[in-house]
């Protein structure tokens, strides 16, 4: 299937960034109402983080934040915004688009020019970021261990990293009962965030 303006960009420019982050904003704003989820990029002031971050250093070819994307059709149909250092790509957050394209794995053709970039460019280590997700296993061998570590310093905070603790455990049993995690899903879905 051709697409029109069918092209993978990274952000060069600030009209760049500002078309990238409306596209990225009605993106996420979609997926989460779909499943149910508050919309973490609504909240005051997480934007207007990203956009400082996207626009230090861009001039000099080093912005903080580094925004890709994947673009045809008239829309941008993946989005990657990540972080780099001398030799290590992290991703931070991404999006692909709710349209039509989306069935053609286009977070995944995205991912590949990502890592094609970086590569181009020196770096030797790409990090897709926490959690499962099915596109991971077409670029990553294995995952990285990650653990939470909660130190308490005052009596106030031995409670709070009790719980936080508590927290901690319950999630990671409940993801790993995939049905269960349906089911929460789907109640999610029926109640406003």
Sequence with gaps: MKIDGFRY?????????????????????????????????????????????????????????????????????????GVRDR???????????????????????????????????????FDLGAGRAEFKDHFCSGAESRFDCFLAYSLRGRGLAAAMRTASAVKRALKARPGLMNAIAAVRRRTPA
Excluded: W
């Design 87 to 125: 030799s290590r790509f992290s991703v931070m957050f991404n999006s692909i688009t709710p349209g039509p394209y989306a069935r053609k794995s286009p977070g995944i053709i995205l991912m590949s020019h990502v890592i094609a970039n970086c590569a181009s460019r020196g770096l030797t280590s």
């Design 9 to 81: 960009a990274a952000a060069e420019t600030p009209a760049d960034i500002e078309r990238i982050l409306t596209f990225f904003r009605a993106q996420k704003a979609t997926r989460f109402a779909a499943h149910g989820i508050r919309n973490v990029f609504e909240e005051k002031g997480v934007m207007e983080f990203i956009e400082a971050a996207c626009r230090d250093g861009l001039a000099q070819g080093r912005p903080v934040i580094e925004l890709h994307a994947l673009e045809g059709g008239g829309d941008l149909l993946a989005i990657v915004g």
